[in-house]
């Protein structure tokens, strides 16, 4: 995980920022300056970030906008105040309308970026300027420090680039906090085609299956926003066990990166789980993101320890399999 600080200072009005990376300070300054580079990690797990407008340049805006797993949008607006290629640059950072206007009722801080080398590689120094002690309360009140390390430490996937970070490891799991999961694989294939391998029935049902001895009997999909699904599995000759399923309904749409879904055990009164999945393609192959919340730590627990990991790597091998005859 590259944030290794984040420190209030109350008399200073200051959030301080550090994370160190194995990569160059003119990797680490690409990472934040080309938008595309930057939407993969600027929005906490959960917010993913997409840059409408970047103009590096003093004087020049950049717009943003986070959408939640629900669909609600937070837009984010900067202006470049001093720009120093590629050790730093400075922005007015401001809550914004949809519109691109600075909410006047929320504060306006000054964020400086520094990148320095480092006997390992460099280092990212980025300190908040806020105006008042206030202001500073407020953001800090709103999770600043929980979401700025969950975002940076997404820095590692981008700088280190997909094959390398996540190539020939198979399906990871790490635990977020005590109600969020993130699910990690790297296939080799197009986002494209893996992105209808998750949402076209014919294909589903080729690879969806979990451990071996079993098939899906119920496949219904309706991949809109309001739309529901359906699945149904059931053991298969010898294999014991007893037909399961799953049912829930599309919250997100965003074709071919992002889908969320709600997941709830058919014919059970246990809660439902949200499903955040999300496509980022690079060479050819696509790392798929599932971020899993959970309604409680114990819910979270009992999942994992159903050998889940296990299950969906066997799955995602299949689809590896799948997408080569697809």
Known sequence: MPVTEVTTDPEALTMTLTADVAASVDRLWDAFT???????????????????????????RARYVMTSPRGEQFHGLW????????????????????????????????????????????????????????????????????????AMNQLDRVLDGLRAYAAGKGTQTELLDDTHVRITRLIEGPRDLVWRAHHDPELLTQWLLGPDGWRMSVCEVDPVVGGRYRYQWEPVGDTEGEAFGFDGETLLIDAPRRSVTTEHMTGTDFPSTLNDLTLDEEDGATLITVLIEYPDKATRDMVLATGMTDGMETSYARLERTLVSA
């Open 34 to 60: 080309d938008p595309r580079q930057l939407e993969r990690f600027w929005g906490p797990p959960g917010y993913p970030a997409t840059f409408t407008q970047f103009d590096l340049e003093v004087g020049g």
């Open 79 to 150: 202006e470049f105040l001093e720009i120093d290629g590629p050790r730093s640059f400075t922005a007015l950072d401001s809550f914004a309308d949809a519109d691109g206007q600075v909410l006047a009722d929320m504060p306006t801080s000054r964020m400086v970026f520094v990148f320095e080398p480092t006997e390992t590689g460099a280092r990212l120094r980025n300190t908040t300027y806020f105006d008042s002690a206030d202001a500073l309360e407020q953001v800090v009140a709103m999770g600043a420090v929980e979401g700025s390390t969950m």
